[in-house]
């Protein structure tokens, strides 16, 4: 099955720091999703990107998928930016996803 | 729009006794659910896909007889972890996707139900 790999695993930022996250896939995709798993469980849904660019808010995100890799920008990162980001991802024509490995971040004061 | 719901957040029982886990689409209709698994530190794992008003498709290594799904409506499916052990303890997460009007098989998630067997 498709490997979905993310780096870093661990991030410690500074409040008001920017920050780049990766996610790489091994294989082509027909969607790819990034969420901000918040300290009490819930996924947030961040962005639905299989292609191209998107931004909202201090958040963007950039999925280049002939080069099988995506990239979600967090600037003038805040506490509550704190979290595990995922990103996801569907192959084929299936509508089934595979997990990322998470990037743990914490926002410190 | 798209919200997710479940039932109950948190749930405690005795090994051997059935948890039933309740996944709603509260404002779109969702032909499709899914139910993942989640330990802790780590990422989700699909466990099974809640089809409405057929059989549910398993993934490779759960067991179906232990994990049993209904998928009664268009709003709600039902996770029952039967005769459940300690090693069941985890973090159950349910989505639906592709509501009207939004991209096609983007997903949206519940809560999640932490569940505790002792």
């Known amino acids: 099955g498709i490997q979905v790999e993310q780096s870093p695993p661990d991030l410690i930022l500074q409040e008001g720091a920017n920050s780049t996250l990766r996610c790489n896939f091994s294989?082509?995709?027909?969607?790819l999703q990034w969420f901000h798993q918040n300290p009490w469980g819930q996924l947030i849904n961040l962005f639905y990107i299989p292609s191209g660019t998107k931004q909202n808010g201090r958040l963007s995100a950039t999925t280049v998928a002939t080069e099988r890799y995506s990239l979600l920008y967090i600037s003038s990162s805040q506490t509550t930016d704190s979290g595990v980001y995922f990103c996801?991802?569907?192959?084929?024509?299936?509508?089934?996803?595979?997990f990322g490995t998470g990037t743990q971040l914490k926002v410190e004061l | 729009g798209a919200v997710v719901s479940q039932h109950p957040s948190r749930v405690i029982c005795k090994s051997g006794t059935s948890v039933k886990i309740e996944c709603r689409s509260l404002d779109f209709q969702a032909t499709t659910m899914f139910w993942y698994r989640q330990f802790p530190k780590q990422s989700l794992m699909l466990m099974a896909t809640?089809?409405?008003?057929?059989?549910?498709?398993?993934e490779q290594g759960v067991e179906k007889d232990k994990f049993l799904i209904n998928h009664a409506s268009l709003t709600l499916s039902t996770l029952t972890v039967t005769s459940a052990h300690p090693e069941d303890s985890s973090f159950y997460i349910c989505?639906?996707?592709?509501?009207?009007?939004?991209?096609?098989?983007?997903?949206?998630f519940g809560p999640g139900t932490r569940l505790t067997v002792l």
């Open positions: 294989d082509s995709v027909n969607n």
């Open positions: 809640s089809n409405e008003g057929s059989k549910a498709t398993y």
């Open positions: 989505s639906a996707g592709n509501p009207r009007g939004g991209n096609y098989n983007e997903q949206f």
């Open positions: 996801a991802v569907c192959t084929g024509g299936g509508n089934k996803l595979t």
